[in-house]
Nanobody
């Protein structure tokens, strides 16, 4: 099992938009919940958004109404559309995949990507 790979980070002015993507290796014998976390310098890693295998989504209060998570099960990708970016959104964003068993076969442990940097300037 290889790590998921994030892309789409960059530098944007406050009020702008970015779209992050994460490509994960398919695991056909397990379901996968896909999440985005972020970590700013000097702060702990925090949950941003998640989407369950069935499509249910969740968001941190700080990003509700501005960020939208989606997944493409055929491509094993998860995306995060980030609009109305604020300076406080600047951080390293990490993709996280948690696997859940479908049957007797054990699933891989949780996977984390290397991260993609988001910078927001005023």
């Amino acid at each position: 099992q290889v790590q998921p790979v994030e892309s789409g980070g960059g530098s944007v002015q406050a009020g702008g938009s970015l779209r992050l993507s994460c490509a994960a290796q398919p695991v056909t014998y397990c379901m996968s919940d896909m999440n985005w976390y972020r970590q700013a310098p000097g702060k702990e890693r925090e949950f941003v958004s998640g989407i369950l295998s069935g499509g249910t989504t969740s968001y941190a209060d700080s990003v509700k109404g501005r960020f939208t998570i989606s997944r493409d099960n055929a491509k094993n990708t998860v995306s995060l559309q980030m609009n109305s970016l604020k300076r406080e959104d600047a951080a390293m964003y990490y993709c996280n995949i948690n696997y859940k068993r479908l049957n007797w076969r054990a699933c891989p442990p949780p996977k984390w990507g290397q991260g993609t940097q988001v910078t927001v300037s005023s």
